[in-house]
């Protein structure tokens, strides 16, 4: 069982940076795909970004060229770099892991960390 726990959330006004944290408690994450989603409120959970055990990346189109996810496997983590952030992205995001592939990652992670919340400002 991986045990994910995210950081890095806050309260930042449009236009402003955060990066996310995602630190698993088993290095098996590492030969993971792992995926960022985010819930708003009265919202359906969505699809951020996802990066693979090879570093193949993939990102949903309102993020793209903003967002940026990578990983660090000596320490178990993956993060997202969320830059030029809109007042839209208010949500709180989680990520996911537990299959090798992005779309089974994507589609039916097996594990969930507890979310962090980010709140922009306009």
């Known amino acids: 069982q991986v045990q994910l726990v995210e950081s890095g959330g806050g309260l930042v006004q449009a236009g402003g940076s955060l990066r996310l944290s995602c630190v698993a408690s088993?290095?098996?994450?590492?030969?993971?795909?792992v995926g960022w989603f985010r819930q708003a409120p009265g919202k359906e959970r969505e699809f951020v970004a996802a990066?693979?055990?090879?570093?193949?990346?993939n990102y949903a189109a309102s993020v793209k060229g903003r967002f940026t996810i990578s990983r660090d496997n000596a320490k178990s983590t993956v993060y997202l770099q969320m830059n030029s952030l809109k007042p839209e992205d208010t949500a709180v995001y989680y990520c996911?892991?537990?299959?090798?592939?992005?779309?089974?990652?994507?589609?039916?992670?097996?594990?969930w960390g507890q979310g962090t919340q980010v709140t922009v400002s306009s």
């Open positions: 996911a892991s537990g299959d090798r592939t992005i779309s089974a990652t994507v589609n039916s992670p097996k594990y």
């Open positions: 088993e290095r098996t994450f590492n030969i993971y795909a």
């Open positions: 990066i693979d055990w090879i570093y193949s990346t």
